[in-house]
Structures are given as C-alpha cells and as structure tokens.
C-alpha cells in the first residue's frame, strides 16, 4: 500500500523559511513527478510545485524566486524549501505522486497534508 508522510510544518513569522519533506512508501517513485499542492482556508487546493524523477522542475508564479522544490530518489522523499514566507503562503500542504503536471487529476497518490501558517 503507497503510503505518503508529510512533516516539517508549522507557526513562522512572515519572512521566515520552513522546510516540508514527504516519504514515500509502498513501492519505488523514481520514475513519477513527485508534487506539493496546498489548500488555504476557503479556497480550492492549488498546485505549488512539481519534479521529475530528473530534476526537471515546475512552479506556481506566486512562489518562484521562494520556493524550492527538490528530491532524493533513493530516500523516496521529496522536499520543498520554502523562504520569504508570506501570510498568503498559509495553507495546508499536501505531496503527490504522479505525471508531470500542474493538474490535481494527474497524481494519484496523496498525503494528509501539513499545517503551514505564517504570521504578519
């Protein structure tokens, strides 16, 4: 059974830098983009970040510059360092695995998602 375990969120003032990681379990992702979507409070869940099992990468506007995403294959884990937080960056983060995409519909495989909220 896939298995996705997000940690590293929390309370951060605005300015600040948190780091998420995500393992995977169940089998091998090396050849899947691995993905960090968030949902904020009243809003729909909304694509953030994504990487290809080789580094080739994908960001939202509104993070770039800010936010990078990373993986380590043979740890099955993904990261997402996150600098120069903003309150609008507070949601919960979900990971994901599927195909290369921006779409919600292209991962299959989800995670509980992790509280980040950022402070003014």
């Known amino acids: 059974q896939v298995q996705l375990v997000e940690s590293g969120g929390g309370l951060v003032q605005a300015g600040g830098s948190l780091r998420l990681s995500c393992a995977a379990s169940?089998?091998?992702?090396?050849?899947?983009?691995m993905a960090w979507f968030r949902q904020a409070p009243g809003k729909e869940r909304e694509f953030v970040a994504t990487?290809?099992?080789?580094?080739?990468?994908l960001y939202l506007n509104s993070v770039k510059g800010r936010f990078t995403i990373s993986r380590d294959n043979a740890k099955n884990t993904v990261y997402l360092q996150m600098n120069s937080l903003k309150p609008e960056d507070t949601a919960v983060y979900y990971c994901?695995?599927?195909?290369?995409?921006?779409?919600?519909?292209?991962?299959?495989?989800w995670g509980q998602g992790t509280q980040v909220t950022v402070s003014s």
């Open positions: 994901a695995i599927g195909a290369y995409s921006s779409s919600q519909r292209s991962y299959e495989h």
């Open positions: 990487i290809t099992w080789n580094g080739a990468t």
């Open positions: 169940g089998r091998t992702f090396s050849s899947n983009s």
